[in-house]
């Protein structure tokens, strides 16, 4: 009988390495990237307060400049929470009916309390990792597969991965489709509820994580608009 789908349940992987353990190259790129998104935004809102500053020294200007920053930022950082509440419960129901409701084989997801990658020095020289795996739902697509590793909690939420998966099952999906309508009497109705379950708890997450960073820089125009304002002599005297 064909199939629509296959679960690979999660799992902990445990290996013995005998050398030293460097980061993988994804991580430092995401921490750069993030450090270079937090300084422009502090660069950015510096320049302008320093182009009022230098075009026109008048305290009644930096105060309303700094008053509408702290006003877009708070209100940006209201705005964002509200959507990142509701993509993240969008994203928990989706988990939940995917996991009691869509799926005829217990599944285990991965404790919370778990670290998805910890390392433990045996010896000098030598080292134990251990690598927590999330599920993976694999797509049959007549000869081709679609392996799909479903996020379980925010330390999952990665923008870059999210978005490749996103694309991946969209441009997949009408093969997916067409392969389905071939068998209907038999997978079409779980494979399409598994299709668009598993893409719903991937926009849901990658959204939040979006509006999360809506949320960050909400907080950063807020703090810039603050600073500006009541470091005004410091500012003053570096300036002029």
Same mark, same amino acid.
């Given at each position: 009988?064909?199939?629509?789908?296959?679960?690979?349940?999660?799992?902990?992987?445990?290996?013995?390495?005998?050398?030293?353990?460097?980061?993988?190259?994804?991580?430092?790129?995401?921490?750069?990237?993030?450090?270079?998104?937090?300084?422009?935004? *502090?660069?950015?809102?510096?320049? !302008? %307060?320093?182009?009022? /500053?230098?075009?026109?020294?008048?305290? #009644? $200007?930096? =105060?309303? +400049?700094?008053?509408?920053?702290?006003?877009?930022?708070?209100?940006?950082?209201?705005?964002?929470?509200?959507?990142?509440?509701?993509?993240?419960?969008? *994203?928990?129901?989706?988990?939940? !009916? %995917?996991?009691?409701? /869509?799926?005829?084989?217990?599944?285990? #997801? $991965?404790? =919370?309390? +778990?670290?998805?990658?910890?390392?433990?020095?045996?010896?000098?020289?030598?080292?134990?990792?251990?690598?927590?795996?999330?599920?993976?739902?694999?797509?049959?697509?007549?000869?081709?597969?679609?392996?799909?590793?479903?996020?379980?909690?925010?330390?999952?939420?990665?923008?870059?991965?999210? +978005?490749?998966?996103?694309?991946?099952?969209?441009?997949?999906?009408?093969?997916?489709?067409?392969?389905?309508?071939?068998?209907?009497?038999?997978?079409?109705?779980?494979?399409?509820?598994?299709?668009?379950?598993?893409?719903?708890?991937?926009?849901?997450?990658?959204?939040?994580?979006?509006?999360?960073?809506?949320?960050?820089?909400?907080?950063?125009?807020?703090?810039?608009?603050?600073?500006?304002?009541?470091?005004?002599?410091?500012?003053?005297?570096?300036?002029?």
């Amino acid at each position: 009988m064909k199939q629509a789908y296959y679960i690979i349940n999660s799992k902990l992987l445990v290996t013995n390495i005998n050398h030293h353990i460097n980061k993988p190259l994804l991580f430092w790129i995401r921490k750069i990237l993030w450090f270079f998104f937090v300084i422009t935004i *502090f660069i950015c809102t510096g320049l !302008i %307060f320093y182009v009022i /500053l230098y075009s026109d020294n008048n305290l #009644f $200007n930096v =105060i309303s +400049l700094g008053a509408v920053f702290a006003t877009f930022g708070s209100t940006l950082v209201s705005i964002a929470s509200l959507l990142c509440n509701r993509y993240y419960e969008e *994203f928990n129901s989706c988990i939940n !009916i %995917f996991k009691n409701e /869509l799926l005829t084989q217990e599944i285990n #997801f $991965n404790w =919370i309390f +778990l670290k998805k990658q910890g390392v433990v020095r045996k010896s000098q020289n030598e080292y134990i990792i251990y690598h927590a795996d999330n599920p993976k739902v694999v797509f049959e697509i007549g000869s081709v597969n679609l392996s799909i590793e479903i996020p379980v909690e925010k330390k999952d939420f990665y923008e870059l991965a999210l +978005l490749k998966k996103i694309f991946k099952m969209k441009i997949a999906k009408q093969t997916y489709l067409v392969y389905l309508l071939n068998y209907a009497d038999s997978i079409m109705e779980s494979g399409l509820y598994i299709w668009e379950c598993t893409y719903h708890i991937l926009c849901s997450a990658f959204f939040y994580k979006i509006y999360r960073n809506f949320i960050i820089t909400g907080v950063m125009f807020f703090i810039s608009g603050l600073v500006a304002v009541f470091l005004y002599p410091v500012i003053m005297q570096g300036c002029f």
